[in-house]
């Protein structure tokens, strides 16, 4: 596991703007001190996903979690699929397609 120095959130998303990773929960606490009369919010936590990913933060709590962010590309792709595989089931069937189904249908 590592440790975060969250020094800076943006004030209107809650998103990290500037940070520091450490091995150790010591070393994040100590640059977070070493800084404090710069970044005043300044706060240690433990990494969530011992990535620099995408993190939400609560500045009052100390804490931050992950902020799970959709790709509207991926959503539009497996609709696709789902439409895809409704249409064929459909045609197999004898049913009647919707027209998103029918958008699948390559000729």
Request: charged fraction near 20%; aromatic fraction near 6%.
């Amino acid at each position: 596991m590592s440790y975060l120095a969250i020094m800076k959130v943006n004030a209107d998303t809650n998103r990290v703007e500037k940070f520091a990773n450490f091995p150790t929960q010591e070393e994040a606490e100590g640059h977070v001190q070493s800084l404090i009369g710069t970044y005043p919010q300044a706060y240690a936590v433990a990494n969530p996903d011992n990535s620099s990913g995408n993190w939400l933060c609560d500045v009052g709590a100390k804490s931050i979690s992950i902020d799970v962010v959709i790709d509207p590309s991926v959503a539009i792709r497996e609709q696709l699929a789902t439409d895809k595989a409704n249409a064929k089931a459909k045609l197999i069937a004898g049913e009647a397609l919707t027209e998103a189904e029918a958008d699948t249908i390559v000729l």
